[in-house]
């Protein structure tokens, strides 16, 4: 395939130089790394850098961006080869308030075409980032906009046709944070890397030559890529150390096509207080929380009871995979109690009335024909109400200004249930069900990414307003999105 040829390339000139069992012909188990080699908790947590506002008056949002190849240590004595932004894996912080005018340049220094999505904005269309603005190899990008949204913990990433699951999996992503006058003056945490941390949480496969193992057969696009060691911010098995009290950990399932359930080893409460798009009405006490590849949630946790020099592990387990002790958090101090805040923001329900077009959507995995052999693999394709993205055609018509309601619906025939999820561009939707019933309180916000298990139907409502144009509609488990589990809609005046 003439578009991974760089990768490629890159890597089999590195697998050479190792330890030679790298080729990437090598799919399945074989030349794997399997054991669970980490860090063992000695590293420190990495907070990616908020990067710098060029503006120093502050007034605009302006910033410069690099999106670049480099390698990685993973492993003692292996170089990974990676993508990043300004660096080697994943990128810094964009921090943005609401109302700012927002500029960047995006330099392209790879030696492919990719884009710069902005996942969760309500954006432009000429500015999203999706497949319909390509970054050319030695090109820079110039989006200019009004950021026009709450408060919210958002994420940025590539998003070019085919190319997006490999791109991300070689650590392009970073967050975008929305803040706004309501996120300021919440009594929460909010000093960013000290008690308001990102957690980009990501699971990788490697060659024992130390390399990705991002291959691309048939069983993984149809399954997704999932890893067997996990990264936090790019590293596995770190320690963050806090200062004790309440922390606001704003976790990012920024993995392939991974479902992650995420909680700690004792088991304790803590509250969500937000949802892809922003904070709840009032914080929700969960003991654990799934979240599928692309969602966010803000939580709280309250360390205020430890003792000093307690240690907490945060646990992830993979709803198809393993489970790992993703990090561990390490209580160096003591602060008095902090009550939880009770009241974060109101949310206008959108109501139902409102909506004026109700559209169906089937997502399928389904068989081409049995043979002798029965459903293989082979014949199996991911569609969308039975179609395969064609970046030629819009698939829907939708009027600015208006309320539409989506039914979602994952069809998924017997011995192929697989999960999917939807994820709109340009919107902040409103979840109305899940099978009929009213979703559990940490759905009840503002979401862009919904997972939907086989068989669930998924009602959502939004409203589209202040621009036209070409969006994206997709599943977030990436392998199925290159794979054309994707469609094109068009907000017409
Ligand atoms: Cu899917």
């Given at each position: 395939?003439?578009?991974r040829?760089f990768l490629?390339?890159?890597l089999a000139?590195?697998?050479?130089a190792?330890?030679g069992t790298?080729?990437l ?13 980490a860090g063992?908790?000695s ?6 850098p908020?990067l710098?506002n ?7 949002a302006?910033?410069t961006m690099?999106?670049q190849q480099?390698k ?14 300004n660096g ?7 921090r ?9 340049n995006v330099h ?5 075409v ?6 969760g ?5 000429q500015?999203d ?7 050319p ?15 919210a913990?958002l994420?940025?990433?590539p ?5 997006t ?10 967050l975008f ?6 996120s ?5 945490p909010?000093?960013?890397g000290v008690?308001?941390?990102?957690l ?10 130390g390399?990705?193992a991002?291959?691309q057969?048939?069983?993984d696009?149809?399954?997704g ?6 990264l936090?911010?790019g590293?596995?098995q770190?320690?963050?150390?806090i200062p ?9 399932n920024?993995s392939?096509?991974s479902i992650?359930k ?13 949802s892809?798009?922003?904070f ?15 969602e ?8 205020s ?6 240690v ?9 995979g393993s489970?790992f002790e993703?990090m ?8 008095g109690?902090t009550p939880?805040v009770q009241?974060?923001r109101t949310i206008e329900?959108?109501?139902e009335s409102?909506?004026t ?11 081409m024909g049995r ?5 293989g693999?082979m014949?199996?394709?991911?569609t969308?109400n039975?179609k ?11 009027q600015l200004g208006?309320t539409?309601?989506w039914?979602v ?12 999820s939807?994820?709109l561009?340009?919107v902040?939707f ?6 009929g019933?009213?979703?559990?309180a ?6 862009d ?6 068989g ?9 307003r202040?621009?036209t ?7 977030h488990?990436?392998?199925h999105?290159d794979?054309g589990?994707?469609?094109q809609?068009e907000?017409?005046?």
């Open positions: 395939m003439k578009r040829t490629k390339s890159g000139a590195l697998a050479l190792g330890a790298g080729s012909s090598l799919l399945g188990k074989n030349g794997l790394v399997t054991s669970a080699e063992g908790f590293d420190p947590l990495p907070i990616p908020l710098t060029l503006d120093v008056s502050g007034e605009t302006s910033f690099d999106v480099g990685m240590n993973f492993f003692p004595g292996t170089h990974t080869a990676t993508l990043g932004y080697n894996f994943l990128g810094p912080t964009i943005v308030r609401n109302g700012q005018q927002f500029r960047i392209n220094r790879l030696p492919e990719t884009t710069l999505h902005w996942h904005l309500h954006v432009p269309a500015w980032g999706g497949p319909r603005q390509p970054i190899a030695g090109t820079t990008w110039s989006p200019d906009f009004t950021i026009n949204q709450e408060a913990t994420w940025y990433h998003h070019a046709m085919g190319l699951g490999e791109q991300v999996y070689y650590g392009l992503a970073g944070l929305i803040e706004d006058d309501i300021d003056n919440l009594d929460i909010k000093t960013y008690d308001d941390i990102p980009v949480i990501q699971d990788r496969r490697f060659f024992e030559n390399q990705f991002y291959a057969n048939m069983h696009v149809m399954n890529v999932i890893g067997n060691h996990l936090v911010n590293v596995m770190p320690t963050l150390t004790g009290g309440q922390v606001r950990l704003r976790l990012l920024g392939n096509s992650y995420i909680a700690f080893d004792d088991q304790r409460t803590f509250h969500v207080i937000a892809d798009g922003g709840l009405e009032h914080p929700a006490p969960m003991n654990s929380i799934i979240l599928s590849a692309g966010r949630a803000e939580i709280i946790v309250d360390f009871k430890e003792s000093q020099y307690a907490i592990s945060l646990l992830v387990e993979q709803m198809r489970s993703a561990r958090i390490a209580v160096n101090g003591t602060t109690v939880m009241d974060l329900k959108i109501p409102e909506a077009k109700v559209r169906e959507f089937i997502m399928e995995t389904m068989s043979g002798r052999m029965g459903m693999m014949g199996r394709r991911l969308i039975g395969k993205m064609d970046i030629n055609r819009i698939d829907e018509l939708v208006s539409e309601i039914e619906t994952n069809r998924s025939a017997m011995m192929m249930s697989m999960p999917h939807m994820h561009h340009d902040q409103q979840i109305l069900s899940r099978n019933r009213t979703p559990p940490h759905e009840q916000g503002r979401k990414t919904v997972l939907i298990m086989p669930e139907t998924v009602r959502i409502i939004s409203r589209f202040d621009y144009g070409v969006y994206m509609y997709h599943c488990l990436l392998e999105e794979d589990m994707m469609g809609f907000v017409i005046s």
